[in-house]
């Protein structure tokens, strides 16, 4: 299937491919893949498939998530009950949570999620649920957030460069962005 390679960074990246060969970020199908992001440390963001991978995988194998940057990535929820990240479902693996508890990264449930980055590499939030989410990055690399909900959405920018958050959904969502590095994903979906 056709892709849009997205790069922030020294090296080349592509993150959307819904196939069925390995590819890099995000990968919908049934082949192994090893995303590297070549800043200035590797980075390895999504992957929804059966094999193995870092940093997001909602497949059969178990993974081990990775934020290899200068600075360590916390992000931070205030929710009905907080959670490092915990999976139900066939084998351990931390980012991806489908359920009604808040976690990290991504999130599948009805609860919102509210990531903080304070570093310099890229940082790509995904929800997927019915609550608002607000992801905030403080640093210096892209940065691009998606919603898919069912509110409507606001995003603000407090930079100096062109920042589009991705939108899916009519549930509010307000991205906020303070770097210095452009972040141009898309919006699909019904603003108020």
Avoid: E, L, R
């Avoid at 592509?14 to 990968?27: A, S």
């Avoid at 992957?47 to 997001?56: A, D, L, N, R, V």
């Amino acid at each position: 299937m056709p892709y849009t390679p997205i790069y922030h960074g020294i090296m080349p990246y592509t993150p959307i491919y819904h196939g069925i060969m390995p590819y890099t970020p995000i990968y919908h199908g049934i082949m192994p893949y090893t995303p590297i992001y070549q800043g200035i440390m590797p980075y390895t963001p999504i992957y929804q498939g059966i094999m193995p991978y870092t940093p997001i995988y909602q497949g059969i194998m178990p993974y081990t998530p990775i934020y290899q940057g200068i600075m360590p990535y916390t992000p931070i929820y205030h929710g009905i009950m907080p959670y490092t990240p915990i999976y139900h479902g066939i084998m351990p693996y931390t980012p991806i949570y489908h359920g009604i508890m808040p976690y990290t990264p991504i999130y599948h449930g009805i609860m919102p999620y509210t990531p903080i980055y304070h570093g310099i590499m890229p940082y790509t939030p995904i929800y997927h649920g019915i609550m608002p989410y607000t992801p905030i990055y403080h640093g210096i690399m892209p940065y691009t957030p998606s919603y898919h909900g069912i509110m409507p959405y606001t995003p603000i920018y407090h930079g100096i460069m062109p920042y589009t958050p991705i939108y899916h959904g009519i549930m509010p969502y307000t991205p906020i962005y303070h770097g210095i590095m452009p972040d141009t994903p898309s919006y699909h979906g019904k603003i108020p």
